[in-house]
């Protein structure tokens, strides 16, 4: 068993193909999803995966069923972060069921659980104690065994749709980030959190012709020479006319170091295009990185496995001059509809930009949960001014590196509260090559507040009325700073329920955009004046020596 920390769940699928559209889709699905994610490694996804076995009932295996639900339950009674009785999951996952047969039922009739079909008994077994994790398990397999038998719409059903079934109804007496994911969409999240196999260009779609939208920087696909625009006409022997994009996507997968036949049309060229090109590892950009006058933007889309190493190259450049010989004001590191990802890759990135301090604390029910994370002392950005974007859609990790950056008076934040997204999952490696992702902590931003629910907020808010109306971006162009919420009533919020929560929140409210620009101007004002941007930066003090 492997596992793997995450701070939010998957915004979507990343992948080294992707279409415009899912790119733009991300957002939304974000809040019907959780992340990435957050430890210990994860195995790399090389290949697509495995071809469906034309048969589901010759893939069903009594001995894996009860692997499967072991290795949940044990993990559940283990790190979940608050203890759940193991027999209610059990029951309530069985009872799932009903979605694929509405003639099933499981209760529990004083200590046994008995099972039936159409009104008709078909079972019955004695109800192991609550936190028997095997017991449950053996029991559950031998439900399902029997429910298969007995019933042929279950036993028609997909084996992976069967235990995604029942593991969904389970789960739901557990909070709405903790879930389990097939393997099909264990691999892609894998994907997006480690990387894959692949060649390295992003897809789109135009006039049902599935062209290179881009192609990624130093991955085989650029040192092999196909081009933006390119358009596809074969992938490994196969015509793409007619394919979805996701069959597409999978062609072009693979296990690092095999080949795959790659055949084009091109402008200019008088005859289609081909190329041999061996698959490498692929780890999806989440850094991008540009120069307006003498402001460096710095956009973070998510944090997975590179995340840290991008952004500090990233720094390395603007600390010597490759971003232009201009002299830079400052940074402007954009978070805005950042949905998290990886826990230890959000304190790599906050640990970028501090010299010293507390960066996070963790706190849950096992042992290994409560941690401290500290800066190292290197500050990559050499004090350089920093101005974070944050937005109602900058989530998990996003808001660590954002809570950490303004309690240790490190940055400015500008822009609207966040998603509030302050727990941290432990991602287990199932053995059907699933996932279960299990909330096992909750983290503190370096002041001692919860994040969970709350949120951070920025240090100047521009959804309110003021800003809306450009006032709040032309205020500060002229040297004055208004509009800034009272941070240290986050102390005063964390300490009440959900409603105190809510409350503090209409001084200033969600905003999903990210492209306000708004925020933008806000930030260069901020920038371009070092005694506005110092009295800025100062607002975030309070809080923290309060809790010193």
């Not at 790190?79 to 047969?101: M, Q, S, W």
């Not at 370096?446 to 109306?469: E, K, Q």
């Amino acid at each position: 068993m492997q596992r793997n920390h995450d701070t939010a769940r998957p915004a979507g699928r990343a992948a080294d193909v992707e279409s415009c559209a899912e790119r733009r889709d991300r957002t939304s699905r974000f809040r019907r999803l959780v992340v990435w994610p957050l430890g210990l490694a994860v195995a790399l996804v090389l290949a697509a995966g495995a071809a469906q076995a034309a048969n589901p009932k010759d893939r069903y295996s009594a001995d894996a069923a009860r692997k499967l639900f072991a290795t949940a339950l044990d993990n559940i009674n283990a790190v979940y972060i608050r203890r759940i009785k193991l027999g209610e999951f059990a029951l309530d996952a069985l009872k799932g069921l009903t979605a694929v047969d509405s003639g099933f039922a499981a209760e529990r009739r004083g200590k046994r659980i008995a099972l039936s079909v159409a009104n008709a008994p078909i079972a019955e077994y004695g109800a192991p104690d609550e936190d028997d994790a095997g017991g449950w398990a053996e029991l559950m397999a031998k439900a399902l065994g029997a429910a298969r038998t007995h019933s042929f719409a279950i036993n028609a059903e997909d084996p992976d749709k069967l235990f995604k079934t029942v593991f969904d109804a389970g789960m739901a007496v557990l909070d709405k980030y903790s879930r389990y994911a097939p393997p099909e969409f264990a691999r892609e999240n894998r994907a997006a959190r480690e990387g894959f196999g692949g060649i390295g260009i992003r897809l789109d779609a135009e006039n049902d012709i599935i062209i290179v939208q881009s192609v990624l920087p130093g991955t085989p696909a650029e040192k092999a020479g196909l081009k933006a625009r390119d358009r596809l006409l074969q992938i490994a022997g196969k015509r793409v006319a007619g394919l979805e994009m996701k069959d597409v996507v999978s062609l072009t997968r693979g296990k690092i170091g095999t080949t795959v036949a790659i055949e084009v049309e091109r402008d200019g060229a008088d005859k289609p295009v081909k190329f041999d090109i061996k698959r490498g590892l692929i780890v999806p950009p989440t850094v991008t990185v540009s120069r307006s006058d003498d402001v460096v933007e710095i956009k973070v889309s998510s944090f997975n496995h590179d995340t840290g190493v991008n952004l500090s190259s990233a720094l390395e450049a603007v600390r010597n001059g490759k971003n232009g010989n201009a002299k830079t004001a400052g940074i402007i590191l954009d978070m805005r509809a950042n949905p998290g990802g990886l826990l230890d890759q959000a304190v790599v990135v906050s640990d970028l930009f501090l010299a010293s301090g507390q960066i996070v604390s963790t706190r849950g029910r096992h042992q290994d949960s409560t941690q401290l994370f500290n800066a190292s002392g290197r500050d990559a950005a050499r004090n350089m001014p920093v101005v974070v974007l944050v937005n109602g859609t900058s989530a998990s990790a996003a808001e660590i590196v954002a809570g950490a950056l303004q309690d240790r008076g490190r940055a400015v934040l500008v822009g609207t509260s966040t998603f509030g997204k302050g727990s941290v999952q432990t991602v287990i490696r199932m053995p059907n090559d699933g996932e279960l992702t299990l909330t096992w902590a909750h983290f503190h931003a370096p002041s001692g507040y919860s994040i969970d629910r709350l949120g951070v907020f920025p240090t100047i808010c521009t959804s309110t009325a003021l800003a809306a109306t450009q006032g709040l971006a032309e205020a500060l162009e002229q040297g004055q700073l208004r509009n800034v919420v009272d941070l240290t009533q986050r102390r005063a919020a964390d300490a009440f329920a959900d409603k105190g929560k809510d409350e503090l929140h209409k001084a200033c409210p969600y905003q999903a955009g990210a492209d306000s620009d708004v925020d933008m101007r806000v930030a260069k004002a901020l920038l371009h004046n070092p005694d506005l941007y110092q009295r800025a930066l100062k607002q975030s003090l309070p809080s923290l020596a309060a809790r010193q």
